[in-house]
């Protein structure tokens, strides 16, 4: 077998792990990102929830001092109405009074409104307090939990990495190229075995002069519909092709 193709298999092998060693890295840190976006998240709805409340608060507070407005002005006039023998003065402030009554009564339905909003409000408030501290707890514990579990595999991902450009320093750049094109696109298989005749990478038939000369070990070969790095296995005894 071809040097060259032996070390492609090697750092094949090499890539795999490190691929699946970065995802599971990935894995850990995403849960993470996951944990510390669902706290960022549920931070900023309370604070955006806390200014609402804040606003509410006002608006409440001016529509209570526009009520008490009303309620006087409509307890001065009633005054004015004992004083009144004027029918039509009589008529004009009984008017006003009644004016005033439907305005108060539409600002105490627009206050109990916001009452009724703002005791939403601070349910939501708590929930996401507590919500928060639970979020925040877990993260924590999280993050004590997987620092040494991603400290480790960060270590390994380095050594694999060192070994691994080791290794392609010993391929042709042109084929170590093509071998890092087809391992990309191929999902993590570029090298791959020729089986009774056919590429196990894409299960393509071969044609028969080309797989008598990936047999013969004596050049890199190629599948001719994926493009992959052929091999054949070596024979073991009872095994016929």
Same mark, same amino acid.
């Given at each position: ?106 600002? +105490? ?41 991603? +400290? ?16 392609? +320093? ?72």
């Amino acid at each position: 077998m071809p040097q060259e193709l032996t070390l492609l298999m090697n750092l094949q092998a090499l890539d795999q792990e490190l691929r699946e060693q970065e995802q599971a890295l990935a894995k850990i840190t995403g849960r993470i990102d996951e944990l510390r976006g669902a706290t960022e998240q549920a931070e900023a709805e309370l604070e955006t929830l806390k200014t609402e409340e804040q606003q509410a608060v006002l608006a409440r507070k001016e529509l209570e001092r526009t009520l008490a407005e009303g309620e006087e002005q409509i307890r001065d006039k009633r005054m004015r109405l004992s004083l009144i023998r004027n029918e039509r003065e009589l008529q004009a402030l009984g008017h006003e009074v009644e004016s005033l009554k439907e305005s108060n009564q539409r600002l +105490e339905t627009e206050l109990l409104g916001r009452m009724e909003v703002s005791d939403q409000h601070t349910a939501r408030l708590k929930e996401l307090t507590d919500l928060i501290r639970q979020k925040r707890s877990e993260l924590k514990a999280a993050e004590k939990e997987v620092a040494n579990q991603a +400290e480790v595999l960060k270590g390994e991902i380095v050594k694999r990495r060192i070994e691994r450009d080791k290794l392609a +320093e010993g391929i042709e750049p042109p084929l170590r190229q093509r071998y890092a094109m087809l391992f990309e696109r191929r999902h993590g298989l570029a090298v791959a075995s020729a089986k009774a005749g056919t590429c196990q990478g894409c299960r393509m038939r071969i044609p028969p002069q080309l797989y008598n000369q990936i047999q013969k070990h004596q050049t890199i070969q190629f599948c001719p519909n994926c493009q992959r790095i052929l091999y054949v296995e070596p024979k073991s005894a009872g095994d016929s092709d």
